[in-house]
Every structure is written in C-alpha cells, then in structure tokens.
C-alpha cells in the first residue's frame, strides 16, 4: 500500500519560513518523480515544484528564488523549504509521486495535505 505523509504546515508570519515534508512508503522511492503542489481556497490546485528522480529541479515562477524542492533517497522523504513566505503562499500543500508522470503527466500517488497559513 503506497502512502504519502506531509508534515511541517501551520501559521507563520510573512517574511517566515516554513519546512514540509513527505514521507513514503510502499514505492521504490528511489526511481520516482517527486512533487509538490497547492490548492488555496476557491482557486486549482497548482505545481509550486518538481524533482526528478536524478534531483534535476524545476519551480513556478511565482515560488522561484524563495521556496527549494530536495530529496533524500535513503529516507524516502521529499522536501519542501519555504522561504520568505506571503500571505498569497497560503494554500493546503499535497505532495505527489509517480513514475507515469513521465508519460501522462500526472502524478499517480497523493498525500492528504498539510494546511500553510501566512498572516499578513
């Protein structure tokens, strides 16, 4: 059974930092694309940014220079530190893995989410 767990949202000032994680378990973590995404309230859920399973990296433009995607292969755990934080980064984050991202584009597995609240 394939599982994906985020940790690290909560409530943080603008300008603060905030570090999310996702653990795995149940895929070979090793040879799957990585991901995280957000949904804020009323709007689609977006890609904030993407890691390769060789740790090639790519962000949106809206996070680029504040927010950095890593992985480490030997605890099955993606990251996400978040930098310099906006109330316009307030969203529930969901980490995303799946080799068929390579050809579908989308991501098979999905975590349930971890609520980031930037206060003004």
């Known amino acids: 059974q394939v599982q994906l767990v985020e940790s690290g949202g909560g409530l943080v000032q603008a300008g603060g930092s905030l570090r999310l994680s996702c653990a795995t378990s149940g895929i070979i973590f090793s040879i799957n694309p990585m991901a995280w995404y957000r949904q804020a309230p009323g709007k689609q859920r977006e890609l904030v940014a993407a890691?390769?399973?060789?740790?090639?990296?790519n962000y949106a433009d809206s996070v680029k220079g504040r927010f950095t995607i890593s992985r480490d292969n030997t605890k099955n755990t993606v990251y996400l530190q978040m930098n310099s934080l906006k109330p316009d980064d307030t969203a529930v984050y969901y980490c995303?893995?799946?080799?068929?991202?390579?050809?579908?584009?989308?991501?098979?597995?999905w975590g349930q989410g971890t609520q980031v609240t930037v206060s003004s």
């Open positions: 890691i390769s399973q060789g740790g090639s990296t």
């Open positions: 995303a893995a799946g080799r068929r991202v390579l050809v579908t584009g989308r991501y098979d597995y």
